[in-house]
């Protein structure tokens, strides 16, 4: 018997990647699943758009169906969609938020897995799906007038599908973006380190003092490139302003713990330089508040730390120069602005 072609059209991003994963473990008689990229898909305002391009893909690559997946949420009269099924088309579409960020490689795989059941028509099987979906991952069956069927969330939690967005957004992505400025951070960073002032500054300060300067470096740093990038994003739609707000949220969480990883990077840099370079014999005799003959870890410590705020401050600046697109193409909002402006063919 030949087996089956069914198409897995992926947004561009990590639901690429999380499809590769899972077409890994996919292990369904008779089926072959090849997966496309495209820009496209991250249109999710508009499906009737995807699915039209997207039957054209299933001509063209001779698939007999096609799954879409994508990394930006749907919705429907506010409620949040898992799965939107178009019968007309032969294909279906998974929205990842859906899925919260707990296992969701594992509801995935049997996601599909239900879907190529029901895709193909087996009574015994819909039914299945729908009892082992409407149980087991908190979703409601809803059946559209024809030709669609969608499969919405029970509660919209807000928080979780935040959550699962910004896990998604994949803040190391936005990281790596800047990993330019790391270096231009650490540069000014070491070149104070060799100056006494710091090293007085740094443990004459209180805890207390730290924990602003460090809190204010950070802030600083996630406002000027939010500024700097136009990353907060705006509209007038009415209808759209509840998904602005979430986009704005996830892209504000993304760059927030992309930061805090660049600032966790600059301290450890800076605590290793600050050993090798500062003897802990020559220290006491230029840091007034050590009374003793040698400096302990604590100093080290302190040293690498404000290295590490002051230097962050110098990375903002740095990261006013990177590419625009280069950090955008880490933000919801940017994407689903690039789809609405893009056709591939």
């Known amino acids: 018997m030949t087996n089956q072609l069914i198409g897995l059209v992926t947004s561009t991003g990590y639901a690429s990647k999380i499809a590769q994963d899972v077409q890994d473990s996919l292990d369904i008689e008779n089926i072959e699943f090849d997966i496309k990229s495209?820009?496209?898909?991250?249109?999710?305002?508009?499906?009737?758009?995807?699915?039209?391009?997207?039957?054209?893909?299933?001509?063209?690559?001779?698939?007999?169906?096609?799954?879409?997946?994508?990394?930006?949420?749907?919705?429907?009269?506010?409620?949040?969609?898992?799965?939107?099924?178009?019968?007309?088309?032969?294909?279906?579409?998974?929205?990842?938020?859906?899925?919260?960020?707990?296992?969701?490689?594992?509801?995935l795989k049997e996601t599909i897995e239900n879907l190529v059941y029901q895709m193909n028509e087996t009574e015994n099987d819909i039914d299945l799906y729908k009892d082992k979906t409407t149980k087991e991952s908190n979703?409601?069956?809803?059946?559209?007038?024809?030709?669609?069927?969608?499969?919405?969330?029970?509660?919209?939690?807000?928080?979780k599908l935040f959550v699962t967005m910004t896990l998604l957004n994949n803040p190391l992505n936005m990281m790596s973006s800047l990993s330019s400025v790391v270096a231009v951070a650490?540069?000014?960073?070491?070149?104070?380190?060799?100056?006494s002032t710091m090293w007085n500054l740094s443990n004459s300060f209180s805890v207390e003092r730290m924990i602003l300067i460090n809190l204010v470096a950070i802030i600083s740093m996630t406002t000027w490139i939010m500024i700097a990038h136009d990353l907060w994003q705006t509209t007038n739609n009415k209808d759209e302003k509840e998904i602005i707000r979430l986009y704005n949220l996830t892209t504000l969480s993304t760059l927030t713990i992309s930061i805090i990883t660049f600032y966790i990077i600059l301290y450890l840099m800076f605590l290793i330089a600050s050993i090798i370079l500062l003897p802990s014999e020559f220290l006491p005799s230029q840091i007034?508040?050590?009374?003793?003959?040698?400096?302990g870890l604590t100093v080290y410590l302190r040293i690498a730390w404000f290295a590490a705020s002051i230097?962050?401050?110098?990375?903002?600046i740095g990261a006013g120069l990177e590419s625009r697109n280069k950090i955008r193409e880490s933000t919801y909002g940017f994407r689903h602005y690039r789809a609405q402006n893009t056709r591939e063919d």
């Not at 650490?186 to 100056?195: D, I, L, P, S």
């Not at 230097?311 to 903002?316: M, Q, R």
């Open 38 to 107: 495209k820009q496209f898909i991250e249109k999710a305002s508009n499906l009737a758009d995807i699915y039209e391009a997207v039957e054209e893909m299933i001509d063209n690559e001779k698939w007999s169906k096609a799954i879409i997946m994508t990394d930006l949420p749907l919705f429907d009269n506010n409620r949040t969609i898992a799965v939107d099924i178009n019968n007309d088309y032969n294909i279906s579409m998974i929205s990842l938020p859906a899925f919260g960020p707990i296992f969701i490689s594992k509801k």
């Open 139 to 159: 979703i409601k069956v809803r059946k559209d007038r024809k030709p669609h069927e969608r499969f919405l969330l029970k509660d919209n939690n807000f928080f």
């Open 186 to 195: 650490f540069t000014t960073g070491a070149f104070g380190m060799v100056f």
């Open 288 to 295: 007034t508040v050590i009374e003793t003959d040698k400096a």
């Open 311 to 316: 230097s962050t401050f110098a990375g903002a």
